[in-house]
């Protein structure tokens, strides 16, 4: 059964993708506004581990909606949440009989409740598979470990494909560099180069 | 990674075991109340697939306990749940790194909050993982057509080693066979037979 699985080269979308690899024909699906080239970095990782990749464009007006958001609230969660749902929503609208992300059981963002799940499943005709969900931060941290090798450092160094990337684009370019940092908390960022 | 998965014999706890098998050393756990003979069906099936097997003894006041729920409730879903918060402690109790359980994203009962997975976690400083957790009804449903081999009939004639047997054996000694279709609404049961 074909499975999309939105990806962005991290640690938890690689893991997600392990994780279903014996039971699904994976393809990895990185969602994109067209605003940076950073997806390119994600379809490196695919190429390196062996998946099939793909490009799932997103409508820019989204990320641009997301980044309003950011600014009224002063943090990044709801402007992420904001995008994430719409990848999904396009995601499931594409010709995959089964879509998947690697939210995790402790994430604050984003995060798909149960209700979600079952109203993407119903209108789109997809089963929606968050093979992490039932992972916490312990068990994802031990199995990264063991199984993949990945390169750590600040977010802004770290080159990968997820939404914050070209969120923190349009911040940069409309607001200056300086700005990204009052939104987006200087974290570690984790880049996979690998499987172990 | 030693890893004690809570294990009936049935689809859901061995698909969960098949999730499992690549990422941890899984031992098929079978918890019972020493009730009656049904965990040996679960050591059964746990052998023909390979898997190491253990018994986990319960305490059979809790089955007692859950007996005297669901004989007050009419239905059965909160005394199961009584069983399987013990069963998870119990098995949290024991050398295993990581547990596991079947529980799947649209069961009603058993359910683990993340809040309870959590205090699981830190009490007993193990990782709990519910593999099943991201997988809805339908996907659970395509997996096990495509990689078990199951038989399918009524409650009462399927053998299998979940809680609900043992719970049955003491409503029939005590209030007679009759009693048991008051309280266990009559549906079907699958036991695995073997993995494609």
Not at 3 to 12: H, N, V
Not at 45 to 50: I, P, Q, R
Not at 58 to 64: G, K, Q, T
Request: proline share 3%.
């Amino acid at each position: 059964m074909d499975l999309g699985l939105l990806y962005s080269g991290g640690k938890d979308s690689t893991l997600a993708a392990l994780l279903l690899e014996d039971f699904y024909d994976v393809t990895l699906t990185t969602a994109h506004f067209g605003i940076s080239d950073d997806w390119e970095h994600a379809r490196e990782t695919a190429d390196d581990l062996g998946f099939d990749f793909r490009r799932l464009e997103l409508d820019p007006d989204v990320a641009y909606e997301a980044v309003d958001r950011i600014r009224e609230d002063g943090f990044p969660r709801n402007g992420i949440q904001h995008v994430h749902q719409h990848a999904l929503e396009e995601l499931a609208a594409a010709d995959f009989a089964a879509i998947a992300d690697g939210t995790r059981r402790d994430d604050r963002v984003p995060t798909v409740s149960r209700a979600q799940a079952q109203s993407l499943e119903d209108r789109h005709g997809v089963d929606y598979i968050a093979p992490l969900s039932g992972f916490g931060r312990g068990a994802v941290d031990r199995l990264v470990d063991t199984h993949l090798e990945v390169t750590v450092g600040p977010s802004e160094e770290i080159r990968r494909a997820d939404y914050e990337a070209e969120l923190r684009a349009i911040i940069a370019e409309e607001d200056g560099r300086e700005a990204v940092r009052d939104f987006f908390p200087d974290h570690e960022q984790t880049y996979v180069t690998g499987v172990r």
